[in-house]
């Protein structure tokens, strides 16, 4: 029975999760599988992969074949380099211990890596969130100099129109005044006339 170390999708539409699987070859992708080795969610970021590692050697050592992703999976977690040292500590080129120290060498200067990686990522990550604060201090500052302005504007213009409404106003006046004299003067003398 030819054995796959492959993905198992899980997870909802848009947002998947794999688990890492020995399985048949000829099963079906989300079937029945021989052993759970790990898991990898691609969905954070630097993408979460918990994995068995000496579970997967054993199956690489009893003749499983990764798919490409597997294989990217098990090289990024190092499992293929443990595999390569079990190989040289059969073959009596090392010595377990020595086999042990490259290993957890290498595991070192990976997690060093990672964590640069997440270092780097939360530093852009603060470094967008305080451009982005300094963007809306800049719209707000523009945004109350604008409601200001706009305000100082409309105070002028009511006070321009008050002034300019107590000027024309006190015109009317004289010459509603001026009217109401001319016509009781007019009917004063049709009054005379009438009289005569």
């Given at each position: 029975?030819?054995?796959?170390?492959?993905?198992?999708?899980?997870?909802?539409?848009?947002k998947p999760f794999y688990w890492i699987i020995a399985a048949d070859s000829r099963a079906k992708r989300d079937g029945k599988y021989l052993e759970k080795i790990g898991v990898y969610n691609p969905n954070t970021n630097p993408a979460t992969i918990e994995l068995d590692v000496d579970g997967a050697v054993k199956w690489l050592q009893n003749g499983a074949q990764p798919t490409d992703t597997a294989r990217a999976i098990l090289s990024y977690k190092g499992v293929l380099?443990?595999?390569?040292?079990?190989?040289?500590?059969?073959?009596?080129?090392?010595?377990?211990?020595?086999?042990?120290?490259?290993?957890?060498?290498?595991?070192?200067?990976?997690?060093?890596?990672?964590?640069?990686?997440?270092?780097?990522?939360?530093?852009?990550?603060?470094a967008e969130?305080?451009?982005?604060?300094?963007?809306?201090?800049?719209?707000?500052?523009?945004?109350?100099?604008?409601?200001?302005?706009?305000?100082?504007?409309?105070?002028?213009?009511?006070?321009n129109y008050e002034g300019a409404a107590v000027t024309e106003g006190s015109e009317p006046e004289a010459n509603v005044e001026k009217e109401v004299?001319?016509?009781?003067?007019?009917?004063?003398?049709?009054?005379e006339k009438k009289d005569a």
């Open positions: 029975m030819p054995v796959k170390i492959r993905l198992q999708r899980h997870g909802k539409k848009g380099l443990k595999k390569h040292l079990a190989a040289g500590v059969k073959k009596g080129a090392l010595t377990e211990e020595e086999a042990e120290k490259k290993f957890q060498a290498w595991l070192e200067e990976k997690e060093g890596k990672i964590d640069a990686k997440k270092e780097n990522l939360t530093k852009e990550q603060e969130k305080a451009k982005a604060l300094e963007a809306e201090k800049a719209a707000n500052a523009k945004r109350e100099a604008e409601a200001k302005a706009a305000q100082e504007e409309t105070a002028a213009t009511d006070e004299a001319t016509e009781t003067a007019e009917e004063a003398a049709t009054e």
